[in-house]
């Protein structure tokens, strides 16, 4: 086995319904699972047949296992199924419609039959990638995980986004998020508190990059080094270990070398490096894209 899933184990998780949870402490870089897909499609070039048609080619053990997952097909995919298919929705046959409820409610790069089981969290601390030398997605702890807590991953791209922008993606999976920074509480406002200032330094990194230079390169380099730096403070005071920031740290490396400070590039470099290595492993064949 070329993974550790004996640490975890699918339970009910209080208030939440089934999740994983870690049966023993997992150290941080730990690949928890190295799991193939099971319907193996192209995502680029997907039709609503293919789906079907990859779900009739798996073994009956496989079919049974597969219309375990949870199943949900949001009003935009409906829709969106209905038209490509020029059917209601209704009139797709009960099985397809369960195939297709389950596909879409389970997908990031495919079908995973233990990895898509695992519950969403703002602030995961499991990352997931597709490791294509292993033809694999593998599932990474980002920090160090207690025996008996939950293992999360995060669904959508919503490290540097406030809660309604979070929220709004999520839809798709149709769920209102209670995880720690969602959640109405004292604390959990405050988290919140963060994530809008990320959302703001995010913006407004965008900007520098954008060639809009006001006294010169210089100066919106020197602009864009702190902003970069502030956002790669708070990810990480926030318990935001996940690969985006690897990229914080990317961007300041990056404007340190335009202004000329080596050391300080290289010391960027390093830290970003470290995230990729926790994140998916020194076999990750596709470093330079991370
Ligand atoms: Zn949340
Ligand atoms: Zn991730």
């Given at each position: 086995?070329?993974?550790?899933r004996?640490?975890?184990?699918?339970?009910?998780?209080?208030?939440?319904?089934?999740?994983?949870?870690?049966?023993?402490?997992?150290?941080?870089?730990?690949?928890?699972?190295?799991?193939?897909?099971?319907?193996?499609?192209?995502?680029?070039?997907?039709?609503?047949?293919?789906?079907?048609?990859?779900?009739?080619?798996?073994?009956?053990?496989?079919?049974?296992?597969?219309?375990?997952?949870?199943?949900?097909?949001?009003?935009?995919?409906?829709?969106?199924?209905?038209?490509?298919?020029?059917?209601?929705?209704?009139?797709?046959?009960?099985?397809?419609?369960?195939?297709?409820?389950?596909?879409?409610?389970?997908?990031?790069?495919?079908?995973?039959?233990?990895?898509?089981?695992?519950?969403?969290?703002?602030?995961?601390?499991?990352?997931?990638?597709?490791?294509?030398?292993?033809?694999?997605?593998?599932?990474?702890?980002?920090?160090?995980?207690?025996?008996?807590?939950?293992?999360?991953?995060?669904?959508?791209?919503?490290?540097?986004r406030?809660?309604?922008?979070?929220?709004?993606?999520?839809?798709?999976?149709?769920?209102?998020?209670?995880?720690?920074?969602c959640?109405?509480?004292?604390?959990?406002?405050?988290?919140e508190?963060?994530?809008?200032?990320?959302?703001?330094?995010?913006?407004?990194?965008?900007?520098?990059?954008?060639?809009?230079?006001?006294?010169?390169?210089?100066?919106?380099?020197?602009?864009?080094?702190?902003?970069?730096?502030?956002?790669?403070?708070?990810?990480?005071?926030e318990?935001?270990?996940?690969?985006?920031?690897?990229?914080?740290?990317h961007?300041?490396?990056?404007?340190?070398?335009?202004?000329?400070?080596?050391?300080?590039?290289?010391?960027?470099?390093?830290?970003?490096?470290?995230?990729?290595?926790?994140?998916?492993?020194v076999?990750?064949p596709?470093?330079?894209?991370?």
């Open positions: 086995m070329d993974d550790a004996h640490l975890i184990e699918q339970k009910e998780s209080q208030g939440k319904g089934l999740g994983i949870l870690a049966v023993q402490n997992i150290p941080c870089g730990t690949r928890i699972i190295a799991e193939a897909g099971l319907l193996r499609i192209n995502r680029d070039t997907l039709k609503v047949p293919d789906i079907i048609n990859a779900f009739k080619r798996l073994s009956p053990s496989q079919k049974k296992l597969y219309l375990e997952l949870h199943e949900y097909a949001c009003d935009a995919f409906r829709r969106a199924t209905e038209q490509e298919v020029n059917q209601d929705w209704e009139e797709i046959p009960k099985l397809h419609r369960r195939v297709l409820g389950v596909w879409v409610a389970n997908c990031f790069d495919d079908v995973f039959l233990l990895g898509s089981r695992i519950n969403h969290s703002c602030t995961p601390n499991v990352h997931f990638a597709y490791n294509s030398a292993l033809e694999k997605e593998t599932f990474h702890a980002i920090r160090d995980i207690r025996a008996g807590e939950e293992v999360t991953i995060m669904y959508i791209n919503g490290t540097n406030t809660r309604g922008q979070r929220q709004d993606e999520l839809k798709k999976w149709g769920f209102q998020c209670n995880c720690p920074t959640e109405d509480t004292p604390q959990g406002r405050k988290k508190e963060k994530r809008v200032e990320l959302f703001k330094l995010d913006q407004e990194l965008a900007k520098y990059t954008c060639f809009h230079f006001e006294h010169g390169p210089e100066d919106s380099w020197k602009k864009a080094l702190k902003v970069a730096q502030r956002i790669a403070a708070l990810q990480k005071s318990g935001l270990l996940d690969i985006e920031l690897s990229n914080s740290y961007d300041a490396a990056r404007y340190s070398a335009k202004l000329g400070d080596v050391s300080m590039a290289l010391l960027w470099t390093e830290k970003k490096l470290e995230v990729v290595r926790y994140c998916v492993g076999d990750y596709d470093w330079q894209s991370e």
